[in-house]
């Protein structure tokens, strides 16, 4: 039984599975084919070309050549917004991992704190590897030590 991709969305169920790029394209190279400073349409003599800037050099986007000016344009708008919102979905499902993976692991730290059969600089050592962007002033707050105390631990490592 096939299910639609609003119902699979709004309910929840597989949105860590989901796929997004129906094409090859890197997030590098999707952030640069969404710019529209690196495109541009030139005349070749005959006909009108649709080129991109992709990896440091000029390359043909277009598969055929136009005989006017508008239906370049045309392709070149309509690309530039599926690249976009392809673009954004992927930063949005990346930072939404990297949160949910901070929030776990903040919730472990808690976990931590709250073990009473962990000695304090055990706990301490536990918490700078859960969280290594945390402060040695915040370690101190959060298990209620003196940041001396803290200090001379993680000193230690």
């Not at 929030?103 to 472990?108: A, D, I, V």
Request: proline share 1%.
């Amino acid at each position: 039984m096939k299910r639609d991709k609003k119902e699979v969305i709004t309910n929840g169920d597989r949105l860590e599975d989901k796929r997004f790029s129906l094409y090859s394209w890197s997030t590098e190279d999707l952030n640069q084919l969404r710019d529209i400073r690196s495109h541009r349409i030139i005349h070749n003599k005959y006909n009108y070309v649709w080129e991109c800037y992709l990896n440091n050099q000029w390359t043909e986007r277009s598969i055929q050549q136009y005989e006017d000016i508008k239906t370049p344009y045309i392709h070149l708008y309509f690309w530039l917004g599926i690249w976009n919102k392809e673009y954004i979905k992927r930063i949005e499902y990346t930072e939404k991992r990297r949160l949910k993976n901070e929030t776990l692991r903040w919730s472990e730290a808690v976990d931590i704190l709250h073990r009473g059969h962990i000695k304090k600089s055990e706990r301490v050592k536990r918490i700078r590897l859960l969280l290594p962007n945390i402060t040695k002033k915040d370690i101190a707050e959060l298990t209620e030590m003196s940041y001396k105390q803290v200090q001379r631990i993680l000193k230690d490592d």
